[in-house]
């Protein structure tokens, strides 16, 4: 069983920035796509980026060129830098590592919330 943690999530004002960090238990996951979600309020989860093994990465367009994904294999941890972050920014936001149908592991999430 793989255990992911978020970390980095808090109160931040619009055009502010906050970087989340997730550590996993198991170097596995470092073989792996790593992808961040989020979910706000009355809203379906939807995934803002993603991390392949290779080092590809993918960006849903809400958050192009303002959030960016990395990661420290030596740590197990993958980041997600958010910066000129905006209100609609607000959610949980959750790391997730999918390595086979009964393998699909997720983390508590962290909060974010971007008010004035």
């Known amino acids: 069983q793989v255990q992911l943690k978020e970390s980095g999530g808090g109160l931040v004002q619009p055009g502010g920035s906050l970087l989340l960090s997730c550590v996993a238990s198991?170097?596995?996951?470092?073989?792996?796509?790593v992808n961040w979600y989020r979910q706000a309020p009355g809203k379906q989860r939807e995934m803002v980026a993603r991390?392949?093994?290779?080092?590809?990465?993918y960006y849903e367009d809400p958050v192009k060129d303002r959030f960016m994904i990395s990661r420290d294999k030596a740590k197990n941890t993958v980041y997600l830098q958010m910066n000129n972050l905006k209100p609609e920014d607000t959610a949980v936001y959750y790391c997730?590592?999918?390595?086979?149908?009964?393998?699909?592991?997720w983390g508590q999430g962290t909060q974010v919330t971007v008010s004035s």
């Open positions: 997730n590592c999918f390595i086979a149908q009964a393998r699909d592991y």
């Open positions: 198991d170097p596995i996951v470092n073989m792996y796509s």
């Open positions: 991390l392949t093994s290779g080092g590809s990465v």
